[in-house]
């Protein structure tokens, strides 16, 4: 059954084995399996994180002002969305970029029912900028445009296979949940997304899955229902 689908991607999922900057070769896998789902009749947007471009870390060890270091991040989310819209609209993808942030000479403003009318129409809209704010992570910012846009789930690609009882990297013993509520999330204190992020869902019934971006075509099977990764639910 069709669907529409709030995917939530890192930036650091851009670069590649680079581990910075922007890999073409991801962007064409990526683009792949979006079109593979838009001719399967599904709606995709994509809310992108910066951290393949600026990393604040450094700078705010020596003091740069919190507000301006996530200006500065949100251009970065602002280039990746722009390098894949292109690609994809070079490539025969429909794609439409919508910022959070006024920046009218080289991208529109984020405009709900644009967007809506956008994803109707078959094209796949890149949300960036974040939310627009400071302290407002982009996770937070994939919630909030999926709840907006009346996405019927957000799919959080990560570089781990779903949600873990502890750090599965450094702990041999933590445990893998196929499933698990908000709630749980929220007593445990669980690492899936910020704290915003979970309150928003938690509270608009959003459905959240949990999935490694790294296993082969993991975007089109999540969407289709194979199971992976891991199903946060209200």
Same mark, same amino acid.
């Given at each position: ?30 683009? $792949? ?5 838009? @001719? +399967? &009749?599904?709606?995709?947007? #994509?809310?992108? /994180?910066? %951290? !393949?471009? *600026? ?57 709900? $029912? ?5 994803? @109707? +129409? &078959?094209?796949?809209?890149? #949300?960036?900028? /974040?939310? %627009? !704010?400071? *302290? ?57 997304? $910020? ?12 459905? #959240? ?26």
């Amino acid at each position: 059954m069709a669907s529409s689908v709030m995917l939530k991607l890192s930036g650091e999922a851009l670069s590649g084995d680079a581990g910075f900057g922007i890999d073409p070769g991801v962007l064409e896998r990526l683009c $792949d399996q979006l079109e593979t789902l838009r @001719q +399967a &009749g599904h709606s995709i947007a #994509l809310v992108l /994180g910066g %951290g !393949n471009l *600026f990393r604040g870390k450094a700078l705010a060890d020596h003091g740069m002002d919190r507000v301006v270091g996530d200006r500065m991040g949100m251009l970065a989310t602002v280039m990746n969305a722009l390098a894949m819209a292109d690609f994809a609209n070079r490539r025969g993808l429909p794609a439409s970029v919508y910022s959070a942030m006024a920046i009218d000479s080289i991208t529109p403003c984020y405009n709900r $029912d644009l967007a809506r009318a956008d994803l @109707q +129409a &078959g094209k796949v809209v890149l #949300l960036c900028a /974040g939310t %627009g !704010n400071p *302290f407002f992570t982009t996770d937070t910012a994939a919630c909030l445009r999926a709840i907006e846009l009346d996405c019927d789930m957000v799919l959080k690609a990560t570089n781990v296979d779903g949600v873990y009882s502890s750090d599965p990297r450094s702990d041999a013993n933590a445990e893998k949940y196929d499933r698990i509520s908000y709630d749980e999330v929220l007593n445990r204190g669980l690492g899936v997304m $910020d704290l915003t992020a979970i309150v928003l869902c938690k509270e608009n019934a959003m459905p #959240l899955l949990v999935f490694d971006i790294g296993d082969d075509n993991a975007i089109v099977r999540v969407v289709e229902g194979e199971a992976l990764g891991t199903r946060v639910v209200p």
